[in-house]
């Protein structure tokens, strides 16, 4: 069974810095696709970014420049690095897994979910 756990989320001010966790287990990371997605009240969860299996990442236009998704696979842990937050990255930040093929930017696409860290960015 696989599970994936969130850590790191939290209340910072706008301009500051967030690193958030996801361990997996029941799965060895290391040749799937690792991504991550937020949902803020009232709206539709959207993409923020994502580790593909052989190494590449890409991201949702609004962090690109600020947040960036690393792994490693010897802790079968992801990465996601916040910089420079702003009031509007408040949300609830899930991570999710999938095999590495078919489209990584929508949620449906994704067979596994943490149950996700909120994340506030006060003005």
């Known amino acids: 069974q696989v599970q994936l756990v969130e850590s790191g989320g939290g209340l910072v001010q706008a301009g500051g810095s967030l690193r958030l966790s996801c361990e997996a287990s029941g799965r060895t990371i290391s040749s799937y696709a690792m991504a991550w997605f937020r949902q803020a009240p009232g709206k539709e969860r959207e993409f923020v970014g994502v580790?593909?299996?052989?190494?590449?990442?890409s991201y949702a236009d609004f962090v690109k420049g600020r947040f960036t998704v690393s792994r490693d696979n010897t802790k079968n842990t992801v990465i996601l690095q916040m910089n420079s937050l702003k009031p509007e990255d408040t949300a609830v930040y899930y991570c999710a897994s999938k095999y590495p093929r078919g489209n990584y930017y929508v949620p449906g696409s994704y067979e596994y979910w943490g149950q996700g860290t909120q994340v506030t960015v006060s003005s």
């Open positions: 580790s593909w299996g052989g190494g590449g990442t």
